[in-house]
């Protein structure tokens, strides 16, 4: 008996002092280290900068300064990342985009909306090549479908299309439909 009353006291004193031990007395509080905690140190392990960007989703820590060029969260975007419908000055910022085109073996669809009612097509396109579009402060939404991303650029957008070439871009179809409705054994359109 005398051999665990001795185990038990040794056991007190190794683990945190003798009124430990003792179940009637409250064990002292521990100070709580203000360094990093004694052991061998793992080099290959980052260590977090004071200027470190947060991991998305986090929060940055109170005075914080978000990094150079960071949008903050929340705020309108100068980059599409995706296919999808992005309102002017809510999710982008207006101004003037570049994309590389389509994704891979497609076609590369924009359009611009605005209007009083949000709804009236301002501008669209289906391309195959690299494309700018300016999208003005006064659009409404900005929807990509299979482009590449586009970013904010000083590029100027291409001229908009004459008179006669937009009359040569309307033959053209009216041409291919009527092609089309011949062989499959409808009649032509008449010319417009």
Not at 141 to 162: I, R, V
Not at 178 to 189: F, I
């Amino acid at each position: 008996m005398i051999a665990i009353s001795a185990l038990a006291v040794a056991a007190g004193v190794i683990g945190g002092g003798v009124a430990a031990a003792d179940p009637t007395t409250t064990p002292a509080p521990t100070p709580s280290p203000t360094g990093p905690a004694p052991g061998p140190v793992d080099a290959s392990a980052p260590t977090p900068s004071p200027d470190a960007t947060p991991a998305p989703g986090a929060t940055p820590a109170p005075g914080a300064t978000p990094a150079p060029g960071a949008t903050p969260a929340g705020a309108p975007k100068s980059t599409i990342d995706s296919d999808g419908t992005y309102k002017v000055g809510v999710d982008i910022v207006p101004g003037t985009y570049a994309s590389a085109g389509p994704v891979e073996g497609g076609a590369c669809y924009w359009k611009r909306t605005g209007g009083p009612d949000g709804q009236t097509n301002v501008d669209n396109a289906l391309t195959k090549k690299p494309a700018v579009v300016q999208i003005d402060p006064g659009d409404t939404t900005f929807k990509t479908d299979g482009c590449q991303p586009w970013t904010l650029t000083d590029q100027q957008p291409p001229a908009p299309a004459g008179p006669l070439l937009s009359q040569l871009q309307l033959r053209h179809a009216l041409d291919t439909l009527n092609g089309m409705a011949g062989a499959s054994g409808q009649g032509q359109m008449p010319p417009y």
